[in-house]
């Protein structure tokens, strides 16, 4: 069958803004710099001359949709129609940086971003529809606590006040661990998504089709049956939030972070974020490339000797009452020791040839692009936009241990393939050794995008940042720090 794609499958368009300031402003709910025209209907408020994020937003809007032009300028009016359900999708990972719990900002999607994308999404709704802002974040961090650090839950206050469209927040997750040095101790049952789950099969369509790992895949969770159950000869299966499937139109708010398994995370790798069970999603190949995986970057006695004994223990474990892994953390300790620290040793596939999490991050935006009413559709979707945070970036360790790299730069785009790619140009990185990127741009069944690296253009604020994205990536205005098992391997 021939598909007619639509225009946000060949939009390479993307806009980058640069910010007047590289900081936050402090206080939520986030109010705006200065009363815009178009929000003359909004109650009265304090502006905020400091809120340099609110601003940069409104001029990534600007720039991809058009000018302010007055009290009826409506950027977002194309996407957003009155009685809409608009899904606002942040980077919501983990309320902290997972070895400094002070730090926050260069982690997760920050409010700022988040209040100034949801006002006009309101614009557009015109006092109808509902707004939601979720995610499903690492199974071991606390929703409640990153709502609150980001200022989202005081902004879903706000809105409340006054807004005749709801603006909720919803953890999408069906179960939230406790874990203490990587051992999980308790697993806690959630409400999940009041709109279910959405069980899609990609089989033939998806990336990891023909792959078959010798050691088989490993997925999120102790127990590897799952992971295999679900993905094996023409099955490739994903269990996606109801809410987000069912949704007319979704906004992906990712934040700008290097990445220990796919090199970087923006909009593709952000839709890990709307899974309902993350032991569905393959994360690696068990072994080293020398056994057909890609856990580790070479076989060695060492590297063998973990394997087995963590499979074993982990299989153990997945058949285990909870509180017996409390006994596993002296053993977690004492491998710790002999094996490495995860912080300095290359191990969980967490290098530059990790060949299995990029098609799982490219097969989840196939699934979102492509299913439609209890089946893939020959045609994708077409009311999406991506609007990346990078205000604070996240360079090194990430995306749960980033050091902060201050850009005050916000990038807007139809297409998340070349958002990532315009995305990884300003980082600095070489765009041809990103498998996610060249996996995403390569022909497919269900193609996420027709251009490639030379088509893509950049409209920006910034004359030095327009024009073709090579052109850029030649000169890029950030060199980021790439997590330490890709270092030597995608930097320009």
């Not at 992906?252 to 290097?258: Q, R």
């Not at 970087?264 to 709307?274: D, H, P, Q, R």
């Not at 990884?424 to 070489?430: Q, R, T, Y």
């Amino acid at each position: 069958m021939r598909m007619s794609l639509p225009p946000i499958i060949t939009d390479s368009r993307v806009a980058l803004v640069r910010g007047a300031a590289t900081a936050y402003p402090r206080a939520a709910p986030f109010h705006p710099p200065e009363r815009y025209p178009e929000f003359a209907a909004m109650p009265a408020f304090d502006c905020d001359p400091g809120n340099h994020t609110y601003a940069a937003v409104r001029n990534a809007l600007a720039v991809l949709f058009g000018p302010p032009d007055g009290p009826a300028w409506n950027p977002l009016a194309h996407l957003i129609q009155p009685g809409d359900t608009v899904v606002l999708k942040p980077n919501f990972i983990k309320e902290h940086h997972e070895t400094r719990p002070s730090e926050w900002e260069q982690v997760i999607t920050h409010g700022a971003v988040i209040r100034a994308v949801c006002d006009y999404v309101l614009h557009a709704l015109d006092g109808h529809g509902r707004v939601v802002i979720c995610d499903a974040p690492q199974t071991d961090s606390s929703f409640a606590a990153t709502a609150r650090v980001s200022g989202a839950e005081a902004l879903v206050r706000w809105y409340a006040s006054w807004s005749p469209v709801p603006v909720v927040l919803l953890d999408l997750r069906r179960e939230e661990w406790e874990a203490r040095n990587d051992v999980i101790i308790r697993r806690r049952s959630l409400p999940g998504d009041p709109h279910g789950y959405v069980p899609v099969n990609l089989g033939r369509a998806s990336r990891l089709h023909g792959i078959t790992p010798p050691l088989g895949f490993y997925g999120a969770d102790y127990d590897t049956s799952v992971t295999r159950a679900h993905h094996h000869g023409d099955t490739h299966e994903y269990l996606l939030s109801g809410t987000v499937m069912h949704a007319d139109v979704v906004i992906n708010l990712p934040k700008l972070k290097t990445h220990k398994k796919t090199g970087i995370t923006c909009a593709l790798k952000n839709l890990v974020g709307i899974n309902g069970d993350k032991n569905w999603l393959p994360h690696y190949m068990l072994g080293a490339p020398e056994e057909g995986g890609d856990q580790f970057p070479r076989a060695t006695a060492a590297t063998s000797s973990e394997r087995v004994l963590m499979s074993r223990i982990k299989t153990m474990l997945a058949h285990a009452p909870v509180w017996f892994n409390h006994l596993f953390r002296p053993v977690k300790a004492l491998g710790t020791r002999v094996f490495g620290s995860t912080h300095r040793v290359v191990r969980s596939g967490n290098w530059h040839g990790n060949d299995t999490a990029w098609r799982m991050a490219v097969d989840l935006n196939t699934c979102f692009f492509y299913w439609r009413d209890g089946d893939l559709s020959a045609t994708p979707r077409e009311r999406y936009l991506a609007v990346v945070d990078a205000i604070v970036a996240g360079e090194g360790a990430g995306p749960l241990a980033p050091d902060a790299k201050p850009c005050g730069v916000v990038i807007a785009g139809r297409n998340p393939v070349a958002v990532d790619s315009a995305c990884a140009g300003l980082m600095g990185f070489d765009l041809r050794a990103l498998r996610l990127l060249t996996g995403a741009l390569a022909p497919a069944l269900l193609p996420l995008c027709t251009f490639t690296f030379d088509d893509i253009t950049l409209l920006s604020n910034d004359a030095a940042w327009r024009g073709a994205l090579p052109q850029l990536a030649a000169k890029p205005p950030f060199h980021f720090t790439p997590h330490f098992g890709w270092i030597g391997a995608i930097e320009r």
